[in-house]
């Protein structure tokens, strides 16, 4: 893995802080956004995540239970008060984010810092949901819903195709993607926050625009 640019790290943090503000804004929960940005964040730079050598490695054991909490307390009634408050359309503009972070972790792979099958020239083809987002909540109103249902079912499906890419990127017995560099960066921060911070956001939308399509 090459070191990153200052450039790329510092618009990366500054974009990962800007969509987990959002969301807490949208949520009402903005300590809380900022409070798992500084654990998450400080986890990343005491270097305690980067231990490769046993699998799941450390951060894929800070991910994979973040993944869960995320989706039990977005099934939960906790939830409920953000689906009162937030509108279906803005539900589905918000996973616009998905398209400049895209745009992000290509460069990362242009610098040799993340492997090339996580960008959209690879296996990862999530940019499409970004892509979509935009238009179909400027048309939420006009189109059917089972369109809407496309969309979130389709960019469930590409998220987690791109997870498991990153899961099967990591140095260890299940690596099955040997380009260069190995999925190392999720372990540093602030690159840390996109598995710890901005997947669990985009898992948390798509659960939440689902019960809003159901209720």
């Known amino acids: ?27 009402r929960a903005p300590l809380a956004a900022l409070a798992w940005l500084v654990i998450t964040g400080g986890l990343g730079i005491s270097g305690l995540l980067l231990n490769f050598d046993s699998f799941p490695p450390p951060v894929l054991r800070l ?23 937030w509108s279906l359309a803005g539900m589905i503009a918000f996973q616009a984010f998905r398209l ?26 999530d940019i499409l949901t970004g892509l979509l987002a935009i238009p179909l909540a400027l048309l939420t109103a006009r189109v059917p ?6 969309w979130n079912l389709g960019g469930l499906a590409l998220l987690i195709n791109v997870v498991g890419v990153a899961i099967l990127s990591v140095p260890g017995p299940y690596r099955a993607f040997f380009q260069e560099p190995a ?33």
């Not at 996109?194 to 625009?209: E, F, Q, T, Y």
């Open 1 to 27: 893995m090459n070191s990153p640019s200052i450039l790329l790290s510092a618009t990366f943090a500054s974009y990962a802080i800007l969509v987990a503000l959002a969301a807490g804004r949208a949520t």
């Open 100 to 125: 400049p972070l895209e745009l992000i972790m290509h460069q990362a792979a242009r610098e040799g810092v993340m492997p090339p099958q996580m960008t959209f020239t690879g296996r990862n083809f």
């Open 183 to 215: 999925n190392l960066w999720i372990g540093h921060a602030p690159f840390v926050w996109l598995p710890a911070v901005l997947v669990p956001l985009a898992l948390a939308g798509h659960i939440l625009v689902a019960r809003k399509l159901l209720t």
């Open 63 to 85: 991910v994979f239970p973040t993944l869960l909490v995320t989706a039990i307390v977005c099934c939960s009634s906790l939830a409920r008060p953000w689906l009162e408050r």
């Open 145 to 150: 819903k089972a369109v809407i249902w496309l």
